[in-house]
């Protein structure tokens, strides 16, 4: 087992730092920029909106768009990612290498895949502590028989901006994707882990600042949040998952082939491919 299985086997994660190239980076950025674009056409469409606000920084357009009427704002997007710059972050051979040495060849990008533009002090972009498997319904499916706890997945994570504590970093509680899938209890707008398993581990939160082109790859059993974004800009970011292909989603989409060592030709090959392909 080399260093990095061994990190992600007991802490629960893994950070990267500095494997998403500007470019990427660069790429990723204007793929929500054009999403922001969509958003701001549909609002003065609507007449929700009279200034699209097209000089406004990428930090803060959203917000701004949406300021008066936050609840609605979308809170995330997920359809709406099948854009070509967003190739070259989904399958990053890097990023990849590292899934495929957790979860062998067949590797999918798992059916959640997500950007998050994190608003100030808005409870409605505030993803409280959860498990992703407290989010999958706990049910068997297929000669395998799986459960969620027993899906092979790394979940990786990636800011568009630099991530700290003020706008909102994610937090991770070390160890916890060992406890299998704890209760959650239905809140406002996400599931939050039940008090009884949290209380008594949240002292052992760290906090997960990392820069755009760091990427941390987790268990999708470990406690994370994302924490209340207490600055004026937005805190964009990047969230998506791959999975042992041989094992079933456990959803109703399927996700996409990202890497097949039997059959390499199963892969989603580029991004003129990704962006003719749809969320299932
Ligand atoms: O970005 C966030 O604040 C939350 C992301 C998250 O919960 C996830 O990636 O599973």
């Not at 991530?163 to 899938?181: D, S, W, Y």
Request: a neutral charge.
């Amino acid at each position: 087992m080399n260093s990095f299985s061994h990190e992600f086997d007991e802490r629960g994660y893994v950070i990267l730092r500095g494997v998403l190239e500007p470019r990427v980076v660069d790429g990723a950025r204007a793929a929500m920029e054009q999403l922001v674009e969509q958003q701001a056409a549909k609002l003065l469409a609507t007449g929700m909106i009279r200034d699209p606000l097209p000089h406004e920084p990428f930090t803060t357009r959203f917000y701004r768009l949406y300021e008066h009427g936050l609840d609605d704002a979308p809170r995330s997007f997920r359809q709406e990612l099948h854009l070509a710059e967003l190739f070259d972050v989904f399958f990053h051979p890097r990023v990849l290498d590292q899934a495929e040495a957790f979860l062998g060849g067949e590797v999918r990008l798992y059916p959640n895949y997500t950007a998050r533009p994190k608003l100030p002090d808005w409870e409605g972009t505030q993803v409280l502590w959860h498990q992703d498997g407290g989010y999958t319904e706990n049910v068997t499916t297929g000669t395998a028989g799986q459960t969620v706890d027993q899906l092979r997945m790394v979940n990786v994570w990636t800011p568009l901006v630099p991530a700290r504590v003020e706008n909102g970093c994610m937090q991770f509680i070390p160890g916890t994707h060992k406890l299998g899938v704890v209760p959650h209890v239905k809140k406002k707008f996400y599931l939050e882990i039940a008090a009884e398993q949290l209380a008594p581990r949240l002292a052992q939160a760290v906090d997960i600042e990392l820069d755009p082109g760091d990427v941390v790859l987790f268990h999708n059993l470990l406690f994370h949040q994302g924490q209340p974004n207490r600055t004026r800009t937005i805190r964009w970011s990047l969230d998506w998952r791959y999975q042992d292909a041989t094992q079933p989603t456990l959803r109703k989409e399927s996700g996409h082939i990202a890497r097949s060592r039997r059959d390499p030709a199963r892969a989603v090959a580029n991004a003129a491919q990704w962006a003719r392909l749809s969320f299932q």
